[in-house]
C-alpha cells in the first residue's frame, strides 16, 4: 500500500512539474518568436550593408583562391584586421556581439554566402571543377588591379605562371 501512495504521488508530483514546463514554454514562446524576428532583422540589415556584405565577399574569394592556387597566399594577418574592422562597423550601428556571431554563424546565412561567392567565380569563368591554374590567374588579376581581394592576396616570391604549368 506504501508503495502504491509513493507512485501516486510521484505521478501528481509529475503533473505539477510538466504542467509546470509546459506554462513556461508558454510564456517563453512569444519571447523566442520576437528575439528570432530580431535575429532576422538583425541579419537582413548586415546581410544589406554594402560595406559588410562586399568586405566579406571580398575575404571569401580570397581565401578560396588562396587555397585553391599554389603560388597565392592569402594575407591572414591583414584579413583579420580587416574582419575586426567589419565587426566593428556592425557594433557601431547597434548590433550586440551576440547578434553579430548570431548573423556569422547562422546556417541560412553561410548558404546564401557560398551561392553568392560561387556565382562570382561562376561569372569569370571559374569553377569547382576548374584546375588550379584557373584560380592562379584570377588570383594575380586580382592582386594587379588591386581589387579588395586582391589585397588580401599576394604571390609567392619566385612563383608563376611558368612554375603551375610543370
Request: with cysteine; hydrophobic share 50%.
Amino acid at each position: 500500500m506504501r508503495g502504491l501512495r509513493f507512485k501516486t504521488a510521484f505521478v501528481r508530483g509529475m503533473g505539477k512539474v510538466v504542467a509546470l514546463g509546459l506554462g513556461v514554454a508558454l510564456c517563453a514562446a512569444p519571447l523566442l518568436a520576437a528575439a528570432s524576428d530580431r535575429q532576422a532583422q538583425v541579419n537582413a540589415a548586415l546581410r544589406a550593408d554594402p560595406e559588410i556584405s562586399s568586405g566579406l565577399l571580398a575575404l571569401a574569394i580570397a581565401r578560396v583562391i588562396s587555397d585553391r592556387c599554389p603560388t597565392i597566399d592569402g594575407r591572414e594577418l591583414q584579413g583579420r584586421f580587416f574582419l575586426f574592422d567589419l565587426y566593428r562597423r556592425a557594433r557601431t550601428q547597434g548590433f550586440r556581439a551576440a547578434e553579430i556571431e548570431a548573423f556569422v554563424n547562422d546556417r541560412a546565412e553561410k548558404a546564401r554566402f557560398r551561392e553568392e561567392v560561387r556565382a562570382w567565380f561562376a561569372a569569370r569563368g571559374v569553377t569547382e571543377d576548374s584546375p588550379a591554374a584557373a584560380f592562379c590567374a584570377l588570383g594575380r588579376e586580382e592582386i594587379e588591379t588591386r581589387t579588395l581581394a586582391g589585397r588580401f592576396l599576394v604571390e609567392r616570391a619566385g612563383s608563376g605562371a611558368a612554375e603551375l604549368a610543370e
